[in-house]
């Protein structure tokens, strides 16, 4: 287990109560939520409190935005083997739990859910024993703000197997694509091979458009990514800025018109490309988008920007990225972490920088993790 979690399960006993029934019938055979015994106010003071103890000694966190407490993922990718369709059993990769419903997954997404588990039935699964078979997961994603719906279906073999009797189901998704994952490795992402519906669906957040393609990242909590989006413009003060780890873009261009220019750097070609088509229909023309690695890109990178903005996938900052972060000093970093662990290294790494207090966001109710927002400034 990994640290992080051994350390806030271990905090987590005292917040729990004996008396609250966890709003979903999978819990504790589930590995999705380990919290939903915990009464949502109290997740709240545990995770800042989690966050206070890991970080003493180099910043305290001041609040936790909330978030709806269910209902609020816009994504789940329902693994389908052993003859079940959902998510892993706690800490058993090779054992499914049957999800007939999630609480913690959006309302329509669920009702789609409803509808494609009998529809299923009649294609082969996923053996991951033999690593033989053909459907591996489906992936519901689903715009918060605008209702739009995908189900995209990752198969080990690039051939269209679906049955006939899908195909009402999918002339009602926003979005449908065919995506291949022939590798051993447990991916949920490929090559899409084909479009059978749509090809994206959109987000909302407060008038801006965000395109979101099978394979591209979109943080999975839509209207707690919003306040932290929020909170970052307000850090925006007609600078330039680099956003490294920029996916779809969404952080560039929510915070592009308090910029003087902003450039996005992303190492999915696909994500890139959703980037520029997000800045194209929503019209925003002070932002570019590179296709690179950021630490790759940095080294190149010798002055412009005053404002980095940092948002790692959960490895965190590569250290050779921080190195550089170092000998380049940006006036401003605002770094946004899914992963404590990771934060409290790279802040503690980070040479000569004044750190206000840490913001975090509960973007992921009912489980153990936590994003945060800092903002580092050189005196
Ligand atoms: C946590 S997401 C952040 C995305 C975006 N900032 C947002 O809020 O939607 C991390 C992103 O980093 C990208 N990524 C992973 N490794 C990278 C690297 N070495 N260089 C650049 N981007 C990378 C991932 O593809 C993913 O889109």
Redesign the pocket.
């Known amino acids: 287990m990994k640290k992080h979690k051994r350390d806030i399960l271990a905090l987590a006993a005292k917040y729990r109560d004996t008396e609250s029934t966890p709003p979903c019938t999978h819990f504790g055979e589930c590995g999705g939520c380990l919290f939903q015994d915990i009464p949502y106010e109290n997740q709240l003071k545990l995770k800042l409190e989690y966050l206070n103890s890991l970080l003493e000694g180099i910043v305290g966190t001041g609040e936790i935005a909330p978030s709806p407490p269910l209902g609020y993922r816009n994504r789940m990718d329902y693994v389908t083997a052993f003859g079940r369709m959902g998510l892993r059993r706690a800490g058993r990769y090779r054992h499914v739990v049957d999800i007939i419903s999630c609480p913690i997954l959006q309302e329509k997404s669920n009702r789609l859910l409803g509808e494609l588990r009998p529809l299923l039935a009649e294609v082969e699964d996923y053996d991951y024993l033999r690593h033989s078979g053909y459907l591996r997961y489906a992936v519901f994603r689903q715009g918060y703000f605008t209702g739009e719906c995908m189900v995209n279906f990752v198969t080990a073999a690039r051939e269209n197997r679906l049955p006939a009797s899908l195909e009402d189901f999918i002339t009602r998704l926003d979005s449908s694509s065919l995506v291949l994952s022939d590798s051993l490795a447990d991916l949920s992402h490929g090559e899409v091979y084909a479009v059978l519906q749509g090809g994206s669906i959109n987000e909302n957040f407060d008038g801006l458009t965000f395109r979101i393609t099978p394979n591209?990242?979109?943080?999975s909590n839509s209207p707690v990514?919003r306040e932290l989006y929020r909170d970052i413009r307000r850090l925006i003060d007609g600078e330039r800025v680099l956003?490294?780890?920029?996916?779809?873009g969404?952080?560039s261009l929510y915070i592009a018109r308090g910029a003087e220019h902003v450039t996005g750097?992303?190492?999915?070609p696909e994500?890139v490309d959703a980037a520029k088509e997000n800045a194209r229909i929503n019209g925003i023309a002070n932002v570019d988008f590179v296709c690179?690695?950021?630490?790759e890109y940095l080294r190149e990178f010798s002055a412009g920007a005053s404002t980095v903005v940092l948002?790692?996938?959960r490895a965190g900052a590569?250290p050779r990225l921080i190195t550089r972060l170092n000998e380049v000093r940006p006036k401003k970093i605002i770094y946004?972490s899914?992963n404590p662990v990771a934060l409290r290294q790279d802040l503690s790494a980070l040479e000569g920088y004044r750190i206000d207090p840490v913001r975090a966001y509960d973007m992921f109710p009912q489980t153990p993790h936590v994003e945060t927002l800092a903002v580092l400034t050189l005196p």
């Open positions: 591209s990242f979109f943080q990514a956003d490294l780890y920029s996916g779809v969404s952080i750097v992303e190492i999915v994500a690179d690695d950021a630490g948002d790692p996938p590569h946004v899914c």
